[in-house]
């Protein structure tokens, strides 16, 4: 079983930042790509920000240039340094971790998710 648990979230002001953690737990060989999602109040679940193995990332349109998203794999940990925030920021964040838990196996785990309010 693997298992994302994220915290970090909270009330924030408009222009201010806060860092989300998402440890990995459980057995399993590896984890290949993580993913930060985000999901609004009435609307869908969308992609935040990508990271592979090696640290390769991408980022939504909307949070170019003020997120940043990172992983230690040696603590088996994601994080998303969010910076500038802004009302639309709004939502519960969800980690997201390809995970290989056995030779020719992997699995997408989700994390519980965690809330973000940006609010003066």
């Known amino acids: 079983q693997v298992q994302l648990v994220e915290s970090g979230g909270g009330l924030v002001q408009p222009g201010g930042s806060l860092n989300l953690p998402c440890v990995a737990f459980?057995?399993?060989?590896?984890?290949?790509?993580m993913r930060w999602f985000r999901q609004a109040p009435g609307k869908q679940r969308e992609l935040v920000a990508s990271?592979?193995?090696?640290?390769?990332?991408d980022y939504a349109a909307s949070v170019k240039g003020r997120f940043a998203i990172s992983r230690d794999n040696t603590k088996n940990t994601l994080y998303l340094q969010m910076n500038s925030l802004e009302s639309e920021d709004t939502g519960v964040y969800y980690c997201?971790?390809?995970?290989?838990?056995?030779?020719?196996?992997?699995?997408?785990?989700w994390g519980q998710g965690t809330q973000v309010t940006v609010s003066s």
């Open positions: 459980g057995s399993f060989f590896s984890i290949t790509t």
């Open positions: 990271i592979t193995s090696d640290s390769s990332n």
């Open positions: 997201y971790a390809n995970a290989r838990v056995k030779p020719l196996v992997f699995k997408d785990v």
